[in-house]
């Protein structure tokens, strides 16, 4: 898609389902980016174009639900021999497929844990590193630099907060504070790390390094599940492969592809999550749509085309999906 089709999506947005949109019976939860449906142990997960940032939404950008929805898709179906994941196949197919930006899933009950997977010092590691401050309560070895790998993965989970933002907890800590248990945190570590290591390992293959990410697990039919989503721009940090020595040598920043462009045009214009954000000019959001359907074909391979091009056509084919799942 070029720019000026991306112009003219902008009014084809969908900014979230509409009380009217949720069958009687069923419970609508908004999160920042995704409306989440339940009833009983049935749940329906619709990704809006809905962007936060600094934990707060701010604006709209065209097809953005459709590409987190169908890139997390993509990573479940490749990684559901490590750990099952909480989609549920539909008679009538991928539900992803069918709407773009809906999936049916299980209804976890979620560990209320972020796990957070980190394979280089960068980001909020690096200020901690810098500052003297341990990782999550993990003290690296001196003299690392700037953006360099760790030897191993590491893991920084946080707590997952109703109101604000996450705070930082070693699996320890989780453990200690009854959060989740030893044996299942065993688990979502080995799980977490092996996760990881097959995004390194299939994005190595189109040129990109996994940086890091976050996983959500939950647990249904007494089971661990990965839930939520997936080595999403949203949920991960990916470099271009291509120059990362170079960088790293001259300690130059790496070259991104994600959501830290929209970040960086806060930041530049003073907000960092405090106070009145600026206006989101259409520009912007133009410019942050084709980097989400960018990061599209870089992960999965293939050119992005949205599944629906207008916001009336998705709820359409987002209802008949409810109306499958939960009846009515
Ligand atoms: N299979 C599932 N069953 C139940 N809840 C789920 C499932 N998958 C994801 N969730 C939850 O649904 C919500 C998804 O919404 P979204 O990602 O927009 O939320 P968020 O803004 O990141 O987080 P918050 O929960 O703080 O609003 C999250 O709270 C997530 O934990
Ligand atoms: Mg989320």
């Known amino acids: 898609m070029?720019?000026?089709?991306?112009?003219?999506?902008?009014?084809?947005?969908?900014?979230?389902?509409?009380d009217t949109d949720v069958p009687t019976g069923v419970s609508l939860y908004r999160g920042k980016v995704r409306d989440v449906l339940s009833k009983g142990t049935k749940a329906v997960l619709v990704a809006s174009d809905r962007i936060s940032a600094f934990d707060r939404v701010l604006s709209t950008v065209p097809y953005k639900g459709e590409v987190l929805t169908r890139i997390s898709s993509w990573w479940f179906r490749n990684t559901e021999d490590i750990i099952p994941n909480h989609l549920v196949p539909l008679s009538l197919g991928d539900a992803s497929q069918r709407t773009g930006r809906a999936v049916a899933a299980k209804r976890c009950d979620m560990v209320n844990a972020e796990v957070v997977v980190r394979g280089y010092l960068t980001g909020s590691a690096w200020r901690d590193y810098q500052a003297g401050r341990p990782v999550s309560g993990i003290v690296l070895p001196s003299g690392l630099r700037y953006c360099q790998q760790f030897p191993q993965p590491i893991l920084t989970p946080s707590t997952k907060e109703a109101e604000g933002h996450d705070t930082p907890a070693s699996g320890q800590e989780l453990v200690a504070s009854g959060v989740v248990s030893a044996d299942l945190w065993q688990e979502i570590e080995r799980a977490s790390i092996a996760l990881y290591k097959r995004g390194q390992q299939l994005m190595a293959q189109r040129g990109l390094i996994l940086v890091d990410t976050k996983y959500e697990f939950g647990i249904a039919d007494g089971r661990l599940v990965i839930a939520d989503e997936i080595h999403t721009p949203d949920s991960s940090r990916y470099w271009y492969a291509d120059g990362y020595a170079e960088r790293f040598a001259s300690g130059d920043?790496?070259?991104?592809?994600?959501?830290?462009?929209?970040?960086?045009?806060?930041?530049?214009?003073?907000?960092?999550?405090?106070?009145?954000?600026?206006?989101?000019?259409?520009?912007?959001?133009?410019?942050?749509?084709?980097?989400?359907?960018e990061a599209f074909k870089a992960i999965t391979g293939n050119d992005f085309e949205p599944v629906h091009g207008t916001a009336h056509a998705a709820r359409v084919a987002v209802a008949s999906l409810l109306a499958e799942v939960f009846g009515g």
């Open 2 to 18: 070029n720019e000026s089709a991306c112009r003219l999506a902008l009014g084809q947005c969908f900014d979230g389902l509409r």
């Open 253 to 293: 920043h790496q070259k991104e592809l994600d959501k830290e462009t929209f970040r960086r045009w806060l930041v530049d214009r003073g907000f960092s999550g405090d106070g009145d954000a600026p206006a989101i000019d259409d520009d912007v959001r133009c410019q942050t749509a084709l980097r989400y359907m």
